[in-house]
T-cell receptor, first 115, second 112 residues
Framework: DAGITQSPRHKVTETGTPVTLRCHQT?????MYWYRQDPGHGLRLIHY???????DKGEVSDGYSVSRSKTEDFLLTLESATSSQTSVYFC??????????????FGPGTRLLVL | GQQLNQSPQSMFIQEGEDVSMNCTSS?????WLWYKQEPGEGPVLLIA?????ELTSNGRLTAQFGITRKDSFLNISASIPSDVGIYFC????????????FGQGTRLTINP
């Protein structure tokens, strides 16, 4: 298994509060991604990073920001959580040396409930 | 945004039966991937396909990259209880690009 951890694994918060989710990798992969998973929508890309301090938006980026100050950490922040952001959040990594297919490996997920 | 149409959305089968699911798009893809997700875990890659017409197996799983490059198929032969889970297709439109597009998933339930 790829060395990816996410923290926290579960969180309950109130509408309007800031929330930060952390993804940590020990694989030294270049690329990191944040997805959200909701019933009927599969996995949708929120933001991704192609290097330290290099990030770009995905298809559902509104209401989210990210930061990557070190290769191993990719943070996802909800500045002011809303109930529509209740979801399961997955981090993924790719960019292993010699992997022509740039396979994405997923973390265990963070279940977020916004009340 | 771009989405892949995956079908069926759910399947209820008897142990030992074969399973088929597919993924289609209106756009051409250069890479097709199939993932499996079990409850409480992240998706795990099963099979990756890189060329039109490619047929690749992983144990009892076989996947094909459609000739038109707009679809892909996953078959599971002689299903067993541990095959239960949600299967996702994913595609990469541009060779070398990092972003993937995912299907909505097929939930597989097996009756012993």
């Amino acid at each position: 298994d790829a060395g990816i951890t996410q923290s926290p694994r579960h969180k309950v918060t109130e509408t309007g509060t800031p929330v930060t989710l952390r993804c940590h990798q020990t694989e030294n992969h270049r690329y990191m991604y944040w997805y959200r998973q909701d019933p009927g929508h599969g996995l949708r890309l929120i933001h991704y990073s192609y290097g330290v301090k290099d990030t770009d938006k995905g298809e559902v980026s509104d209401g989210y920001s990210v930061s990557r100050s070190k290769t191993e950490d990719f943070l996802l922040t909800l500045e002011s959580a809303t109930s529509s952001q209740t979801s399961v959040y997955f981090c993924a990594i790719s960019g292993a040396s010699g992997d022509k297919g740039q396979t994405q490996y997923f973390g265990p997920g963070t279940r977020l409930l916004v009340l | 945004g771009q989405q892949l149409n995956q079908s069926p959305q759910s399947m209820f089968i008897q142990e030992g039966e074969d399973v088929s699911m597919n993924c289609t798009s209106s756009s051409i893809f250069n890479t097709w991937l199939w993932y499996k997700q079990e409850p409480g875990e992240g998706p795990v890659l099963l099979i990756a396909l890189y060329k039109a017409g490619e047929l690749t197996s992983n144990g009892r799983l076989t996947a094909q990259f459609g000739i038109t490059r707009k679809d892909s198929f996953l078959n599971i032969s002689a299903s067993i209880p541990s095959d239960v889970g949600i299967y996702f297709c994913a595609g990469r439109r541009i060779q070398g690009a990092q972003k993937l597009v995912f299907g909505q998933g097929t939930r597989l339930t097996i009756n012993p």
